[in-house]
Antibody
Framework: EVQLLESGGGLVQPGGSLRLSCVAS????????MTWVRQAPGKGLEWVAN????????YYDDSVKGRFTISRDNAKNSLSLQMNSLRVEDTAVYYC???????WGRGTLVTVSS | QAGLTQPPSVSEALRQTATLTCTGN????????AAWLQQHQGHPPKLLSD???NRPSGISERFSTSRSGSTASLTIIGLQPDDEADYYC???????????FGGGTRLTVL
């Protein structure tokens, strides 16, 4: 059974940083693209970034480009999202997803507020 | 940024059929099709169908998908109370190198 467990969310001030992690199990992690998707309170799904199975290609939504960095450690079945220069509008539940949305974690809440 | 168009809401009666649509363009839906996700309030999304119209194991046959040009459709037959949820489509946009989502359709079962 595919399991994705996100962690690292919390309350941070505007301009601050946070690092999200996602630990995967139940599938061959090193063979799959991985994706971060977020959902602001009461809003729809918004793609953030994804990364090729070997980390050689990374793609970002324009709204986070230059501020967020996606990475992975295939030896640890782990996906990360380093978030810098956070803004109020980055407040959302952040989901880790297998592929481009085949399986999803339960999400971790990031709140950016002063 | 890439964006797919879905009607904000659809309402249908219990045991009836609902059809939800998702419109993109030739670089996203028209290129490789769209996946469909179901999300109940307070829960993460769940894949109903991938871009090749394949249902994961455990997804009811009452859910079917199709595509015509740049418009994808999700049809739910025999509506049940538990089908009341938000439904999203998604597709990779090759021109933007971005994953596009629709704004979501809230399905109400009357």
């Amino acid at each position: 059974e595919v399991q994705l467990l996100e962690s690292g969310g919390g309350l941070v001030q505007p301009g601050g940083s946070l690092r999200l992690s996602c630990v995967a199990s139940g599938f061959n992690f090193s063979s799959d693209y991985m994706t971060w998707v977020r959902q602001a309170p009461g809003k729809g799904l918004e793609w953030v970034a994804n990364i090729k199975y070997d980390g050689s290609e990374k793609y970002y939504d324009d709204s986070v480009k230059g501020r967020f960095t996606i990475s992975r450690d295939n030896a640890k079945n782990s996906l990360s999202l380093q978030m810098n220069s956070l803004r109020v509008e980055d407040t959302a539940v952040y989901y880790c997803a297998k592929g481009v949305g085949v399986s999803w974690g339960r999400g971790t809440l990031v709140t950016v507020s002063s | 940024q890439a964006g797919l168009t879905q009607p904000p809401s659809v309402s249908e009666a219990l045991r009836q059929t609902a059809t939800l649509t998702c419109t993109g363009n030739s670089d996203n839906v028209g290129y490789q099709g769209a996946a469909w996700l179901q999300q109940h309030q307070g829960h993460p999304p769940k894949l109903l169908s991938d871009r090749n119209n394949n249902r994961p194991s455990g997804i009811s046959e009452r859910f079917s998908t199709s595509r015509s040009g740049s418009t994808a459709s999700l049809t739910i037959i025999g509506l049940q109370p538990d089908d009341e949820a938000d439904y999203y489509c998604s597709a990779w946009d090759r021109s933007l190198s971005a994953l596009a989502f629709g704004g979501g359709t809230r399905l109400t079962v009357l």
